[in-house]
């Protein structure tokens, strides 16, 4: 019974070290990065301004041009959308009301060209 105990709490410490060194990846520009409509997006936020940067499968930038974006903010107890704008090579911003904050969430809702709309979420200070 207690080497049964020993090896279920070993098991549980490897699974929690695992999801721990898993976490949400950091992009090239500092924000959380993540699958979404096929590419690799990061999402940046600082101040009232967040920021959006696509890379294709091998984490080359891609033309933001096409792409559309909206972003829905939570933070403050309040909520947000957001229309970003493409702005040079892979990015789209746009600014809001709400301040970035530890603790906000942000759904980003991205139609890249040709695609159907697909969403990520993000908690982009924690």
Known sequence: MLIR?????GLVYLLA???WAHGPARGPNGGQMQDVAGAHVELVAHGGEIAV????????????QGAAATVTVLAHGKQET???QPGEGNVLRGRGSITAQPGM????SLTLPGQRPQ??????LD
């Open 5 to 9: 105990s020993l090896f279920l709490a």
């Open 119 to 124: 969403l990520g979420r993000y908690a982009p």
């Open 17 to 19: 070290l695992t999801a």
């Open 53 to 64: 940067y696509l890379f294709n499968a091998e984490n080359k930038p891609m033309p933001a």
């Open 105 to 108: 969430k942000v759904v980003v």
């Open 82 to 84: 957001v229309t970003l």
